[in-house]
């Protein structure tokens, strides 16, 4: 059982950056897909959950959603077992929870929230001044 550990989260002003990691408590994140999404303020538990980064095993494959292309980027670091997600230019809308969430395959649905067996508990972000 692969249990993902996001970190990372806090509060931070408009226009400001963060990096958020995503790790696991005992097994090898290295062979797994690795997907970020988010969620909204007070949405319900497991809904409304937007794909924004993904990266494949090697590192040669990396997804973002449209909207967020230029102000976020993904990677991992095989020797940490980690992966991360840099976000850049934060915005008050930019607040929620993000999540990673971990697949043995790559697959260009890689946004379906069902796809995806393993899953952190989140890290949360506030962008507020």
């Known amino acids: 059982q692969l249990q993902l550990v996001e970190s990372g989260g806090g509060l931070v002003q408009p226009g400001g950056s963060l990096t958020l990691s995503c790790t696991t408590s005992?097994?090898?994140?290295?062979?797994?897909?690795v997907t970020w999404f988010r969620q909204a303020p007070g949405r319900a538990p497991g809904k409304d959950l937007q794909?924004?980064?993904?990266?494949?095993?090697?590192?040669?494959?990396?997804q973002y959603a449209e909207s967020l292309k230029g102000r976020i980027s993904i990677s991992r670091d095989s020797a940490k077992n980690t992966v991360y997600l840099q976000m850049d230019a934060l915005q008050p809308e930019d607040t929620g929870t993000y999540y990673c969430?971990?697949?043995?395959?790559?697959?260009?649905?890689?946004?379906?929230?069902?796809?995806?067996?393993?899953w952190g508990m989140g890290t949360q972000v506030t962008v507020s001044s």
């Open positions: 794909g924004i980064a993904v990266i494949n095993v090697s590192g040669g494959v990396r």
């Open positions: 005992r097994s090898s994140l290295n062979s797994y897909v």
């Open positions: 969430a971990a697949h043995s395959y790559y697959t260009s649905a890689w946004a379906m929230v069902t796809y995806y067996s393993f």
